[in-house]
Nanobody, 122 residues
Framework: QVQLVESGGGLVQPGGSLILSCVASGHPGSNYHMGWFRQAPGKEREFVARIIASGRTQTIADSVKGRFTISRDNAPNTVYLHLNNLEPEDTAVYYC???????????????WGQGTQVTVSS
């Protein structure tokens, strides 16, 4: 069973930056893609970014393109979300996702973290 644990959320002022981390334990395979979704209060969960197992291909949502980037370190299985120039609209719980799917639907598989809160406010 793969477990995902996120960290790095917090309160930040508009224009600030954060780095979220997600560590996968439980012997995930080397072919696991990893990514991030977020859910704001009263809204549906939305895709943010994903990175393929090899790290060579990434997809970034249009809503955060140019401000957020994604990277990974496969030893250990860790994915990072770099949040820059944050806006109040970025306030949400950010969830890590992992699996072997790579489709237009963005969800990578059935493994999800517990979420980490990001609040952007002055």
């Amino acid at each position: 069973q793969v477990q995902l644990v996120e960290s790095g959320g917090g309160l930040v002022q508009p224009g600030g930056s954060l780095i979220l981390s997600c560590v996968a334990s439980g012997h995930p395979g080397s072919n696991y893609h990893m990514g991030w979704f977020r859910q704001a209060p009263g809204k549906e969960r939305e895709f943010v970014a994903r990175i393929i197992a090899s790290g060579r291909t990434q997809t970034i949502a249009d809503s955060v393109k140019g401000r957020f980037t994604i990277s990974r370190d496969n030893a250990p299985n860790t994915v990072y979300l770099h949040l820059n120039n944050l806006e109040p609209e970025d306030t949400a719980v950010y969830y890590c996702n992992a699996g072997t799917l790579w489709t237009a639907g963005y969800v990578l598989g059935n493994y999800w973290g517990q979420g980490t809160q990001v609040t952007v406010s002055s």
